[in-house]
């Protein structure tokens, strides 16, 4: 549906309940709503005329902020999600509430006479309920837009438009049957919290363990895998899914490798024209990777008040967090001497730091970054000035 046709519609609606909501004062003689609760004649006058004022103003403002939000998404996501944003039913509905509501006030001020004391209650006490309701919106409409403009929020938009175009075009078939041992999730999303004694109180009233299929942090489509059940069968834990939340994007509650994930996004981008933001990033990288080297990492496994094991689930261990940290932008060293001593720095610090155990995924993305930047160079002054620790990567 175009954009206009929802607006549009409002519009002569607002038109046809003005008139109608005035029609309803006149037949009461003005007298149905009392001026305590409207105001007077010249009050009621100033307010209406205010919020119509108001709202035109409101109306192009949030039209030219659309228009830049449209071009925003074209240059940096992609010109083919225009019409998804363009057929987004609620801001439809937003911009023509504020429409309506800006023709309904229009009548309503025809209709008051200063001269006669005349002030049309019912339909001044209706312009001022939807002046409070477009505010209201236009609060939801700027929350709305703001996360419909993450990455997350487009995709998302486009995905559920998918979702429904499948369900008008495609035949609904008798899905395959589950296996008597598999929680399916309800619905497709990011796992963002996990209600760990939930689980385990509700394996240890059933006899049975729960192994979590994804982490935390994962995206789970609808109907996938969510939980398997040992020692029992899935309906004996009916209702096992509500203990994990499903999201639409990440959160860094619970999931501290998604911080990790927004700091390499970073680096990575920044590297082949702004190799010096990449460092900036490299610095906190390597500030919460070195917080992290002494810690112990939780193990997974998750046990009822007798000590009977109820719960396991996937958890990301030291090696997994130093290939997150370093992998990408190690791979955008080579064509950097600053980054590439940047990384190298944090590296060996990190690598002096850390426990025994820990050093072996250290010590090999070093290796890597050695041979990678041998490759891109070809002199070994080059070579060696590239290869020089350096806590700022000027060497």
């Given at each position: 549906m175009r954009l206009w046709v929802v607006p549009v519609a409002c519009l002569a609606a607002g038109l046809l309940l003005g008139v109608g909501t005035v029609a309803v004062d006149r037949a009461f003689d003005y007298g149905l709503i009392p001026h305590g609760v409207t105001g007077g004649p010249s009050a009621a006058q100033t307010l209406l005329s205010t919020i119509v004022t108001s709202l035109v103003t409101l109306i192009s403002v949030v039209l030219t902020v659309m228009t830049v939000a449209v071009q925003l998404a074209m240059g940096q996501f992609s010109p083919r999600i225009v019409t998804a944003l363009l057929r987004d039913r609620s801001n439809q509905l937003a911009f023509g509430l504020f429409s309506g509501t800006c023709v309904y006030a229009a009548v309503g001020i025809t209709a008051i006479d200063d001269q006669s004391g005349q002030v049309p209650g019912l339909t001044v006490?209706?312009?001022?309920?939807?002046?409070?309701?477009?505010?209201?919106?236009?609060?939801?409409?700027?929350?709305?837009?703001?996360?419909?403009?993450?990455?997350?929020?487009?995709?998302?938009?486009?995905g559920d438009q998918l979702h429904v175009e499948i369900e008008q075009r495609f035949a609904v078939s008798d899905p395959p049957p589950a296996a008597a041992d598999v929680v399916p999730a309800p619905e497709a999303g990011i796992v963002t919290a996990i209600d760990h004694a939930g689980l385990v109180a509700l394996a240890s009233r059933a006899g049975c363990r729960l192994t979590l299929q994804v982490r935390m942090g994962d995206f789970v489509a609808g109907g996938a895998p969510l939980l398997r059940v040992s020692g029992g069968d899935a309906h004996g834990v009916a209702g096992a899914a509500r203990h994990v939340s499903l999201g639409d994007e990440r959160t860094h509650d619970l999931d501290p490798a998604y911080g990790f994930r927004k700091l390499v996004d970073i680096a990575a981008r920044s590297a082949a024209d702004d190799p010096t933001t990449t460092v900036e990033a490299l610095h906190r990288i390597h500030d919460c990777m070195r917080q992290l080297a002494p810690r112990a990492f939780p193990s997974g496994r998750h046990a009822d008040a007798a000590g009977t094991l109820r719960l396991v689930e996937p958890v990301r261990d030291w090696d997994d967090y130093v290939l997150l940290a370093f992998e990408e932008i190690r791979l955008a060293a080579p064509g950097s001497p600053q980054i590439a001593r940047r990384v190298r720095f944090a590296l060996r610090d990190l690598a002096a730091i850390a426990p025994p155990e820990r050093r072996p995924p250290l010590e090999a993305q070093l290796e890597l970054l050695d041979a990678a930047v041998r490759r891109h160079l070809d002199d070994d002054r080059d070579v060696r000035a590239a290869l020089a620790a350096d806590a700022q990567g000027l060497g």
């Open positions: 006490l209706l312009a001022y309920l939807l002046a409070l309701a477009s505010l209201a919106v236009l609060l939801l409409y700027v929350d709305r837009a703001g996360q419909r403009l993450r990455a997350s929020g487009l995709i998302d938009l486009v």
